[in-house]
């Protein structure tokens, strides 16, 4: 298992489209950093789940991790979710944050700042794409579409047109 240096998750993201839309800027190190989708102000003490503005698509022989950006770290604010993305899963991520700021100031986040650190990781053994219920989560019609001819064109063996119709019908919408 190794992490995808910058040349490699830029052929990955061309061929598969792993992160949508791609903005090479946000290449950092060995990994991209997200944004998320609307700005944001967290008081103190309150979480909120902030959804990325970028669509991620793990392809099934890789996982995804993430870390938070240290900036935010500094000011107070802690990241809650399992720092992993299941291989197969294709979705917007729902960042879920909470104000720790000793001052007990507000923290904002507004859209298009760097947030989340995300790195892919080769794995290793049989395919097991995600299957739950947040396939798809935050993706407009379009964007599943695109996305549903990808995975049957280029994984034809692991996604059913059946089983991603399920995927898309029961996803969490775009607000």
Not at 52 to 60: D, G, H, N
Not at 81 to 106: F, I, M, P, Q, T
């Amino acid at each position: 298992m190794c992490i995808l240096g910058r040349s490699e998750l830029t052929k990955l993201v061309e061929k598969l489209k792993c992160i949508y839309p791609f903005d090479y800027h946000l290449l950092d190190g060995d990994g991209y950093v997200l944004t998320v989708k609307e700005e944001t102000t967290l008081n103190y003490l309150e979480h909120k789940n902030l959804i990325s503005y970028e669509v991620i698509f793990t392809p099934p022989s890789y996982v995804a991790h993430l870390t938070a950006k240290s900036r935010y770290g500094r000011l107070g604010l802690s990241f809650l979710n399992a720092a992993k993305v299941h291989s197969g899963y294709v979705g917007r991520l729902a960042l879920e944050l909470v104000n720790l700021n000793n001052e007990r100031k507000a923290i904002t986040i507004k859209r298009g700042d760097p947030l989340m650190h995300i790195e892919f990781v080769e794995r290793s053994g049989d395919p097991a794409p995600y299957t739950g219920e947040y396939q798809f989560q935050y993706m407009t019609d379009e964007e599943v579409r695109m996305y549903e001819e990808l995975l049957t064109r280029e994984f034809p063996t692991i996604y059913t047109t059946e089983t991603l119709s399920k995927g898309s019908r029961l996803r969490i919408r775009v607000q």
